[in-house]
């Protein structure tokens, strides 16, 4: 009888033992999956933010869905809020700078409408021009690795899962802040509206020297016309 009974205690070890074996299986095959996942979405955000026309529609379809759960819906919330943060910015950015006004501030259009005083066209540069330089202040403190640390720290996850957003998908952040790409494409636009300012100003210094003939700019003197083109020399090279 107790033969048996040991036979049946084994019996049913050895099943808990299988389910347990099948139930970790599972779980560490499921935990690769996800984590799989969430490296697969920050690719195809990645992919996105490299294409030469920005889709920031789509890398914010992608960073607003989730596709883990649990622990690892824990650490997506942390780094799609963290890569949310960064494309905010990008997404200002790019508004204030694609916006008509922008193109129009020197055109014979705007020149007649607001000219000569320019009052409204210099008080939108101005904004404009600060609010750039605010975003990308904003930037270079994006690209700092307590700033992206703190949105998993916040999440209450093992180390385990702290490790892999820091080192499988966050990457090393400090070393993008080092890149220098991006701050001399904001201030090669900067130092391109601090032109056009410039080249406002010398005009509403100088109104009544200058009229608007057949959509272009003549000035009343040869030496006025050589200043505005030395400064529409300026401008091209800036913007080159």
């Known amino acids: 009888m107790k033969k048996k009974v040991w036979i049946i205690v084994a019996i049913i070890t050895a099943i808990v033992?299988?389910?347990?074996?099948?139930?970790?299986?599972?779980?560490?095959s499921k935990d690769v999956k996800q984590e799989e996942l969430l490296i697969s979405e920050v690719d195809k955000i990645n992919e996105l933010a490299q294409d030469e026309e920005?889709?920031?529609?789509?890398?914010?379809?992608?960073?607003?869905?989730?596709?883990?759960?649990?622990?690892?819906?824990?650490?997506?919330?942390?780094?799609?809020?963290?890569?949310?943060?960064?494309?905010?910015?990008i997404s200002n950015i790019y508004n204030i700078s694609t916006?008509?006004?922008?193109?129009?501030l020197l055109t014979a259009q705007n020149y007649q409408e607001d000219g000569p005083?320019?009052?409204s066209t210099k008080a939108f540069l101005a904004d404009t021009i600060e609010q750039l330089k605010q975003e990308q202040e904003?930037?270079?403190?994006?690209?700092?690795?307590?700033?992206?640390?703190?949105?998993?720290?916040?999440?209450?996850?093992?180390q385990y899962y702290i490790d892999f957003y820091r080192n499988q998908l966050l990457g090393d952040v400090d070393e993008l802040n080092d890149d220098n790409e991006f701050?001399?494409?904001?201030?090669?636009?900067l130092n391109v509206l601090e032109i056009s300012q410039e080249i406002l100003d010398f005009l509403s210094s100088n109104k009544g020297t200058w009229t608007i003939e057949n959509e272009q700019i003549v000035f009343n003197s040869q030496s006025l016309t050589n200043s505005y083109n030395d400064y529409l020399t300026r401008l091209t090279e800036a913007a080159e």
């Open 54 to 89: 920005l889709n920031l529609q789509a890398i914010n379809e992608i960073l607003d869905s989730r596709v883990a759960e649990k622990e690892y819906l824990k650490v997506e919330n942390a780094i799609k809020g963290y890569l949310k943060e960064g494309y905010q910015v």
């Open 99 to 104: 916006d008509s006004r922008v193109a129009n």
């Open 138 to 158: 904003s930037f270079a403190q994006f690209f700092n690795e307590d700033r992206a640390m703190a949105y998993i720290n916040e999440q209450d996850v093992d």
């Open 117 to 119: 005083d320019f009052v």
């Open 17 to 28: 033992v299988g389910i347990l074996v099948v139930w970790l299986g599972f779980g560490v």
């Open 183 to 189: 701050n001399e494409a904001m201030n090669q636009l």
